[in-house]
Protein backbone atom coordinates (compact mmCIF):
# COMPACT_ATOMS: atom_id res chain seq x y z
CA UNK A 1 0.00 0.00 0.00
CA UNK A 2 1.31 3.36 -0.92
CA UNK A 3 2.19 5.65 2.37
CA UNK A 4 0.57 8.77 0.53
CA UNK A 5 -2.17 7.63 0.23
CA UNK A 6 -2.61 6.41 3.87
CA UNK A 7 -1.13 9.56 4.85
CA UNK A 8 -3.87 11.58 2.86
CA UNK A 9 -6.70 9.28 4.78
CA UNK A 10 -5.50 9.54 8.32
CA UNK A 11 -5.38 13.23 7.83
CA UNK A 12 -8.87 13.49 6.59
CA UNK A 13 -10.11 11.16 9.60
CA UNK A 14 -8.00 13.52 12.15
CA UNK A 15 -9.24 16.45 10.39
CA UNK A 16 -12.76 15.91 12.16
CA UNK A 17 -13.41 16.94 15.58
CA UNK A 18 -14.98 14.58 17.97
CA UNK A 19 -14.22 14.50 21.77
CA UNK A 20 -15.90 11.79 23.95
CA UNK A 21 -19.37 11.83 24.05
CA UNK A 22 -19.53 14.39 20.73
CA UNK A 23 -18.56 11.50 18.64
CA UNK A 24 -20.58 12.07 15.68
CA UNK A 25 -18.57 13.67 12.75
CA UNK A 26 -17.01 9.98 13.18
CA UNK A 27 -19.58 7.80 13.47
CA UNK A 28 -21.01 9.76 10.47
CA UNK A 29 -17.90 9.42 8.09
CA UNK A 30 -17.45 5.91 9.45
CA UNK A 31 -20.75 4.98 8.72
CA UNK A 32 -20.78 6.29 4.74
CA UNK A 33 -17.13 4.44 4.60
CA UNK A 34 -18.38 0.60 6.13
CA UNK A 35 -21.72 0.74 4.09
CA UNK A 36 -20.06 -0.27 0.89
CA UNK A 37 -17.72 -2.94 2.54
CA UNK A 38 -20.11 -4.40 4.63
CA UNK A 39 -23.48 -6.72 4.69
CA UNK A 40 -24.91 -4.61 7.25
CA UNK A 41 -23.85 -1.51 9.18
CA UNK A 42 -25.84 -0.77 12.26
CA UNK A 43 -25.16 2.39 15.52
CA UNK A 44 -26.47 1.06 18.58
CA UNK A 45 -28.44 4.24 20.42
CA UNK A 46 -25.30 4.44 22.91
CA UNK A 47 -23.32 5.43 19.35
CA UNK A 48 -20.80 2.25 18.72
CA UNK A 49 -21.25 1.30 15.09
CA UNK A 50 -21.06 -1.69 13.67
CA UNK A 51 -19.66 -3.64 10.63
CA UNK A 52 -21.48 -7.25 9.42
CA UNK A 53 -19.14 -9.37 7.04
CA UNK A 54 -20.24 -12.08 6.76
CA UNK A 55 -17.05 -15.20 6.49
CA UNK A 56 -17.22 -18.42 3.85
CA UNK A 57 -17.45 -21.06 6.76
CA UNK A 58 -20.28 -20.70 9.02
CA UNK A 59 -18.16 -22.77 12.35
CA UNK A 60 -15.68 -20.38 12.24
CA UNK A 61 -15.13 -18.12 15.39
CA UNK A 62 -17.02 -14.60 15.15
CA UNK A 63 -14.33 -12.05 15.22
CA UNK A 64 -15.01 -8.07 16.49
CA UNK A 65 -11.69 -5.53 15.11
CA UNK A 66 -12.46 -2.69 17.24
CA UNK A 67 -11.23 0.81 17.58
CA UNK A 68 -12.58 3.99 19.19
CA UNK A 69 -14.01 6.59 17.64
CA UNK A 70 -13.32 9.64 20.46
CA UNK A 71 -10.77 11.96 20.92
CA UNK A 72 -9.06 13.58 23.96
CA UNK A 73 -10.56 17.30 24.82
CA UNK A 74 -12.41 19.65 26.98
CA UNK A 75 -15.01 20.74 28.36
CA UNK A 76 -16.57 24.04 29.53
CA UNK A 77 -17.91 24.37 33.37
CA UNK A 78 -18.59 27.83 33.76
CA UNK A 79 -18.05 31.45 31.98
CA UNK A 80 -16.72 34.06 33.82
CA UNK A 81 -18.72 37.52 33.77
CA UNK A 82 -15.65 38.89 32.12
CA UNK A 83 -15.54 36.55 29.17
CA UNK A 84 -13.42 33.99 30.28
CA UNK A 85 -14.15 30.29 30.54
CA UNK A 86 -13.11 27.38 33.07
CA UNK A 87 -13.02 24.01 31.99
CA UNK A 88 -12.25 20.65 32.68
CA UNK A 89 -10.78 17.78 30.61
CA UNK A 90 -12.28 15.01 29.02
CA UNK A 91 -9.87 12.21 29.18
CA UNK A 92 -6.59 12.96 29.80
CA UNK A 93 -5.37 15.72 27.68
CA UNK A 94 -1.33 16.16 28.80
CA UNK A 95 -1.90 19.26 31.43
CA UNK A 96 2.00 20.39 31.01
CA UNK A 97 1.39 21.01 27.21
CA UNK A 98 -2.06 22.92 27.56
CA UNK A 99 -0.68 26.83 28.71
CA UNK A 100 -1.12 28.35 25.53
CA UNK A 101 -2.05 26.00 23.21
CA UNK A 102 -5.02 26.17 20.98
CA UNK A 103 -8.48 24.62 21.41
CA UNK A 104 -11.69 24.81 19.29
CA UNK A 105 -14.88 24.66 20.86
CA UNK A 106 -17.54 23.26 19.45
CA UNK A 107 -20.72 24.67 20.29
CA UNK A 108 -24.36 23.16 19.51
CA UNK A 109 -25.90 25.06 16.12
CA UNK A 110 -23.32 27.73 16.11
CA UNK A 111 -19.75 27.52 13.89
CA UNK A 112 -16.74 26.53 15.84
CA UNK A 113 -15.08 28.99 17.93
CA UNK A 114 -11.32 29.67 18.43
CA UNK A 115 -9.65 29.56 21.69
CA UNK A 116 -6.50 29.91 23.88
CA UNK A 117 -5.74 28.14 27.01
CA UNK A 118 -4.89 31.59 28.55
CA UNK A 119 -1.17 32.02 29.85
CA UNK A 120 0.61 34.46 32.36
CA UNK A 121 3.25 35.93 30.67
CA UNK A 122 6.92 34.61 31.17
CA UNK A 123 7.80 38.35 31.70
CA UNK A 124 6.63 38.52 34.82
CA UNK A 125 6.70 34.70 36.23
CA UNK A 126 9.51 34.63 39.23
CA UNK A 127 11.36 32.11 41.44
CA UNK A 128 9.18 28.21 41.46
CA UNK A 129 5.99 29.67 39.93
CA UNK A 130 8.15 30.10 36.47
CA UNK A 131 8.84 26.45 36.70
CA UNK A 132 5.39 25.04 37.66
CA UNK A 133 2.21 24.01 35.30
CA UNK A 134 -0.67 25.67 36.68
CA UNK A 135 -3.25 23.21 38.14
CA UNK A 136 -6.32 22.84 35.47
CA UNK A 137 -8.83 24.31 37.73
CA UNK A 138 -6.45 27.58 37.76
CA UNK A 139 -6.36 27.96 33.98
CA UNK A 140 -9.04 29.49 31.54
CA UNK A 141 -9.66 29.53 27.97
CA UNK A 142 -9.74 32.60 26.31
CA UNK A 143 -12.34 32.85 22.85
CA UNK A 144 -11.33 36.65 22.97
CA UNK A 145 -14.76 37.98 23.87
CA UNK A 146 -15.38 40.35 26.06
CA UNK A 147 -17.75 39.60 28.55
CA UNK A 148 -20.57 36.31 28.75
CA UNK A 149 -23.11 37.42 27.09
CA UNK A 150 -20.88 37.71 24.06
CA UNK A 151 -19.63 33.96 24.96
CA UNK A 152 -23.58 33.03 24.92
CA UNK A 153 -24.55 35.01 21.69
CA UNK A 154 -21.46 32.35 20.02
CA UNK A 155 -23.72 29.18 21.54
CA UNK A 156 -20.57 28.94 24.66
CA UNK A 157 -22.70 27.25 27.82
CA UNK A 158 -21.77 24.82 30.36
CA UNK A 159 -21.09 21.63 28.67
CA UNK A 160 -19.89 22.88 25.48
CA UNK A 161 -16.74 20.68 24.16
CA UNK A 162 -13.30 21.75 22.50
CA UNK A 163 -10.32 20.06 21.08
CA UNK A 164 -7.19 20.85 20.35
CA UNK A 165 -6.28 22.40 16.95
CA UNK A 166 -3.60 20.41 14.67
CA UNK A 167 -3.72 19.10 11.15
CA UNK A 168 -1.41 16.19 10.18
CA UNK A 169 1.54 17.40 9.35
CA UNK A 170 4.13 15.60 7.12
CA UNK A 171 7.76 15.45 8.57
CA UNK A 172 10.81 15.66 6.46
CA UNK A 173 10.84 12.17 7.02
CA UNK A 174 9.40 9.93 4.39
CA UNK A 175 6.87 8.24 6.83
CA UNK A 176 6.82 10.51 10.19
CA UNK A 177 3.73 12.37 10.80
CA UNK A 178 2.67 14.41 13.85
CA UNK A 179 -0.95 16.45 15.18
CA UNK A 180 -3.91 15.59 16.89
CA UNK A 181 -6.22 12.95 17.40
CA UNK A 182 -3.71 10.35 16.29
CA UNK A 183 -5.44 7.97 19.03
CA UNK A 184 -7.37 6.65 17.19
CA UNK A 185 -7.68 7.81 13.99
CA UNK A 186 -4.80 5.79 12.90
CA UNK A 187 -6.41 2.63 14.63
CA UNK A 188 -9.79 2.96 12.69
CA UNK A 189 -7.89 3.92 9.89
CA UNK A 190 -6.30 0.27 10.44
CA UNK A 191 -9.72 -1.15 11.18
CA UNK A 192 -11.29 0.22 7.94
CA UNK A 193 -8.52 -1.00 5.39
CA UNK A 194 -9.04 -4.00 6.96
CA UNK A 195 -12.51 -3.75 6.60
CA UNK A 196 -11.92 -2.99 2.84
CA UNK A 197 -9.31 -5.78 2.10
CA UNK A 198 -11.18 -8.64 3.65
CA UNK A 199 -14.31 -7.79 1.81
CA UNK A 200 -12.52 -8.44 -1.41
CA UNK A 201 -12.04 -11.61 -0.55
CA UNK A 202 -13.50 -12.86 2.57
CA UNK A 203 -12.37 -14.85 5.47
CA UNK A 204 -13.71 -17.79 6.87
CA UNK A 205 -14.83 -15.75 10.02
CA UNK A 206 -17.58 -13.85 10.54
CA UNK A 207 -16.28 -10.44 11.14
CA UNK A 208 -17.93 -7.29 12.91
CA UNK A 209 -16.02 -4.08 12.30
CA UNK A 210 -16.78 -1.95 15.53
CA UNK A 211 -16.19 1.97 16.34
CA UNK A 212 -16.75 2.80 19.81
CA UNK A 213 -17.80 5.70 21.39
CA UNK A 214 -16.38 6.59 25.20
CA UNK A 215 -13.04 5.02 25.20
CA UNK A 216 -11.13 8.15 26.33
CA UNK A 217 -13.35 7.81 29.83
CA UNK A 218 -12.84 4.70 30.94
CA UNK A 219 -13.29 1.83 27.88
CA UNK A 220 -17.11 2.20 28.23
CA UNK A 221 -18.54 1.97 25.18
CA UNK A 222 -16.69 -1.24 23.72
CA UNK A 223 -17.97 -3.28 26.79
CA UNK A 224 -21.62 -2.70 26.06
CA UNK A 225 -20.62 -2.99 22.14
CA UNK A 226 -19.27 -6.34 22.95
CA UNK A 227 -22.30 -7.67 24.53
CA UNK A 228 -24.02 -6.75 21.33
CA UNK A 229 -21.71 -7.79 18.75
CA UNK A 230 -21.60 -11.32 21.16
CA UNK A 231 -18.11 -12.44 19.25
CA UNK A 232 -15.81 -14.94 19.93
CA UNK A 233 -12.45 -13.08 19.23
CA UNK A 234 -11.75 -9.52 20.14
CA UNK A 235 -8.96 -7.50 18.65
CA UNK A 236 -8.22 -4.13 19.90
CA UNK A 237 -6.69 -1.68 17.71
CA UNK A 238 -4.98 1.39 19.18
CA UNK A 239 -2.10 3.84 20.06
CA UNK A 240 0.04 3.47 22.83
CA UNK A 241 2.61 5.94 24.49
CA UNK A 242 6.36 5.53 22.77
CA UNK A 243 9.56 5.75 24.20
CA UNK A 244 12.80 6.31 22.09
CA UNK A 245 12.60 10.20 22.90
CA UNK A 246 15.47 12.09 25.20
CA UNK A 247 13.74 11.68 28.18
CA UNK A 248 12.12 7.83 27.74
CA UNK A 249 15.17 5.85 27.97
CA UNK A 250 14.66 2.61 27.05
CA UNK A 251 13.91 0.69 30.60
CA UNK A 252 10.56 3.18 30.77
CA UNK A 253 9.13 2.52 27.49
CA UNK A 254 11.12 0.61 25.41
CA UNK A 255 8.58 0.33 22.60
CA UNK A 256 9.33 2.88 19.89
CA UNK A 257 8.07 5.17 17.24
CA UNK A 258 9.02 3.00 13.50
CA UNK A 259 10.12 -0.30 14.84
CA UNK A 260 6.66 -2.20 13.84
CA UNK A 261 3.06 -2.36 15.42
CA UNK A 262 3.14 -3.62 18.99
CA UNK A 263 1.76 -6.43 20.19
CA UNK A 264 0.50 -6.74 23.71
CA UNK A 265 1.34 -8.98 26.14
CA UNK A 266 -0.59 -7.36 29.26
CA UNK A 267 -1.54 -3.77 29.94
CA UNK A 268 -1.42 -1.81 32.27
CA UNK A 269 -4.51 -3.24 34.39
CA UNK A 270 -6.57 -6.32 34.03
CA UNK A 271 -5.99 -7.75 30.46
CA UNK A 272 -3.57 -10.31 30.02
CA UNK A 273 -3.93 -11.22 26.29
CA UNK A 274 -5.09 -14.75 25.19
CA UNK A 275 -1.76 -16.77 24.92
CA UNK A 276 -3.75 -18.89 21.96
CA UNK A 277 -4.59 -15.71 19.92
CA UNK A 278 -1.24 -14.35 20.46
CA UNK A 279 0.46 -17.18 19.57
CA UNK A 280 -1.19 -17.25 16.37
CA UNK A 281 -0.20 -13.80 15.69
CA UNK A 282 2.96 -14.33 16.25
CA UNK A 283 3.07 -17.30 13.47
CA UNK A 284 1.70 -15.08 10.92
CA UNK A 285 3.88 -12.50 11.68
CA UNK A 286 7.15 -14.59 11.44
CA UNK A 287 5.29 -16.15 8.23
CA UNK A 288 4.93 -12.72 6.20
CA UNK A 289 8.65 -11.70 7.47
CA UNK A 290 6.40 -8.59 9.44
CA UNK A 291 8.05 -6.78 12.19
CA UNK A 292 6.49 -5.82 15.20
CA UNK A 293 7.26 -5.41 19.19
CA UNK A 294 6.11 -7.70 22.29
CA UNK A 295 5.18 -5.43 24.95
CA UNK A 296 4.19 -5.17 28.55
CA UNK A 297 2.50 -1.51 28.88
CA UNK A 298 2.68 0.28 31.51
CA UNK A 299 1.20 3.30 30.66
CA UNK A 300 -1.34 2.21 28.64
CA UNK A 301 -4.92 0.44 28.70
CA UNK A 302 -7.56 -0.18 25.65
CA UNK A 303 -10.68 -1.21 24.84
CA UNK A 304 -9.82 -5.27 24.63
CA UNK A 305 -9.76 -4.86 28.59
CA UNK A 306 -13.14 -3.97 28.89
CA UNK A 307 -14.27 -6.16 26.06
CA UNK A 308 -12.93 -8.93 27.83
CA UNK A 309 -15.21 -8.83 30.75
CA UNK A 310 -18.18 -9.34 28.57
CA UNK A 311 -18.60 -12.99 28.38
CA UNK A 312 -15.96 -15.63 29.74
CA UNK A 313 -15.83 -17.01 25.73
CA UNK A 314 -13.76 -14.47 24.32
CA UNK A 315 -10.52 -14.24 23.49
CA UNK A 316 -9.09 -10.63 23.35
CA UNK A 317 -5.86 -9.47 21.79
CA UNK A 318 -4.13 -5.64 21.80
CA UNK A 319 -2.52 -4.47 18.60
CA UNK A 320 -1.18 -0.96 18.92
CA UNK A 321 1.00 1.93 17.16
CA UNK A 322 3.66 3.57 19.30
CA UNK A 323 3.27 7.16 19.14
CA UNK A 324 5.63 10.00 20.70
CA UNK A 325 3.63 12.78 22.79
CA UNK A 326 0.57 10.75 23.61
CA UNK A 327 -2.72 12.98 23.87
CA UNK A 328 -1.51 16.24 23.19
CA UNK A 329 -2.18 18.39 19.62
CA UNK A 330 1.22 17.05 18.12
CA UNK A 331 1.31 12.90 18.48
CA UNK A 332 3.79 11.46 15.82
CA UNK A 333 3.14 8.34 14.34
CA UNK A 334 5.39 6.21 12.14
CA UNK A 335 3.01 5.61 8.69
CA UNK A 336 5.14 2.37 8.11
CA UNK A 337 4.09 0.89 11.81
CA UNK A 338 0.49 1.77 10.99
CA UNK A 339 1.13 -0.16 7.06
CA UNK A 340 2.30 -3.21 8.81
CA UNK A 341 -0.55 -3.30 11.30
CA UNK A 342 -2.84 -3.21 8.39
CA UNK A 343 -1.44 -5.91 6.83
CA UNK A 344 -0.99 -8.24 10.08
CA UNK A 345 -4.71 -7.90 10.86
CA UNK A 346 -5.69 -9.17 7.69
CA UNK A 347 -3.64 -11.80 7.87
CA UNK A 348 -3.93 -13.08 11.26
CA UNK A 349 -8.09 -12.90 10.82
CA UNK A 350 -7.69 -15.01 7.56
CA UNK A 351 -5.47 -17.60 9.68
CA UNK A 352 -8.45 -17.81 12.37
CA UNK A 353 -10.73 -21.07 11.54
CA UNK A 354 -11.60 -23.33 14.49
CA UNK A 355 -12.53 -22.53 17.70
CA UNK A 356 -9.77 -25.06 18.81
CA UNK A 357 -7.22 -22.49 17.60
CA UNK A 358 -8.44 -20.55 20.88
CA UNK A 359 -8.42 -23.12 23.86
CA UNK A 360 -6.17 -22.92 26.44
CA UNK A 361 -6.28 -26.56 26.70
ZN1 LIG B 1 -6.76 5.53 22.34
Redesign the pocket.
Known sequence: MNVDKLRKKLSDWTDLEAPTGFEEPVLAAAKEALTPLCDSVSLDVRGNLYGELKGTNENAPRVMITA?ADEIGFMVTSLTTDGFLRFTRLGGPTISVLPGQRVRLLPENHPPVEAVVGVKPGHILKGPEAQQVPRVEQMYLDAGAESEEQLREWGIETGTPAVFVGELISTSHPTRVFGKSI??RAGWLAVLEVAERLSKERPQVDCVFVLTVE??IGLRGAEVATKTADPDVVIAI??VPAGGTPELDSETLPWTTGAGPLLKVRETSGLSTHGPLRTLFREVADEHQLPYQLIVDTAGITDATSAQQASGKIAALTLGLARRYSHSAVEMLDLDDLKTLIEWIDHGTRKINNHQQLKRL
Do not use: C, G, P
Request: hydrophobic share 0%.
Open positions: HDNEEDT
